[in-house]
């Protein structure tokens, strides 16, 4: 028996009756949580634990970048384990602010399991783009991953009809910033950008009767579609490198 306002019920009685109740939903169909935006902040603490590893284990880094002839040979996991090494303090540290602050709140707007799929796909989209257009440079980095957040920023916030014109004003000086500098992968931080904003805009604007699946189907499509692309230009770099 468990104590109530008006005496005492049963353990079942309080279970089933907790099964009635609707459970709160985010704005786009995640489920409501309290508390910290936990998935920003564990891959912000992923990244800083893998700056250490990387700086602490020497030949760490080049093995972990994305460098398209180790990937064409099999390491298809350098296509997810370059967005989680950084080039230098500086490096890390524009990443880790810009996912501090754009992050939480799109993680509370989207719900944890939604954010942690646009992130994924935003930086797959970064690193497959790279893949697709670059050959002999390591790339290395969470731009790609943040880019997206900074397309699904504005793509949530023009759905909520909220400002977007600093959401703007931070992608064009992030894209100006990306051509005039050198040494910064512009297919990466284009690839990232485009990813999450499509992949947000499928999210957001589906409609609420059919909402779960198909941002479950954009999802899964999207995984699809950078496998195939994957596939693709594996087979190219293949014929180019060994025959």
């Known amino acids: 028996m468990r104590a109530a ?7 079942e009685c309080v279970q089933e009756g907790a099964r009635t109740i609707r459970q709160p939903q985010t704005q786009f169909g995640g489920r409501e ?7 920003t902040y564990a891959l912000i603490a992923i990244n800083v634990l893998m700056f250490i590893l990387q700086k602490s284990a020497a030949g760490l880094q080049s093995q972990l970048t994305l460098w398209p002839p180790a990937v064409a040979d099999g390491q298809l996991y350098r296509l997810v384990t370059s967005a989680f090494v950084h080039y230098g303090t500086t490096h890390l540290l524009l990443n880790m602010w810009a996912l501090y602050v754009v992050g939480p709140p799109l993680e509370m707007l989207l719900g944890r399991l939604r954010f942690g799929a646009l992130y994924a796909l935003s930086l797959l989209g970064g690193s497959v783009l790279v893949y697709l257009l670059t050959l002999n440079t390591a790339t290395a980095g969470a731009s790609g991953a943040v880019f997206g957040l900074f397309g699904a920023t504005f793509v949530v916030a023009k759905r909520l009809n909220l400002d977007m014109r600093w959401v703007v004003v931070v ?6 910033f990306t051509f ?4 910064i992968s512009w297919q990466g931080h284009v690839g990232g950008l485009v990813t999450g904003a499509l992949v947000a805009a499928a999210y957001v604007y589906a409609p609420r009767e059919h909402r ?3 941002q479950a189907a954009v999802t899964v499509f999207a995984l699809g579609l ?14 180019e490198l060994y025959l």
Not at 6 to 11: L, S
Not at 226 to 239: E, N, P, S, V
């Open 212 to 214: 779960n699946a198909i």
């Open 226 to 239: 950078f496998a195939a692309l994957i596939w693709w230009r594996t087979g190219i770099l293949a014929a």
């Open 5 to 11: 306002a008006v005496g005492h019920q049963c353990v």
């Open 180 to 183: 005039v500098a050198r040494g």
């Open 171 to 176: 992608i064009v000086i992030n894209l100006v």
């Open 33 to 39: 949580r309290a508390g910290m935006p936990v998935i």
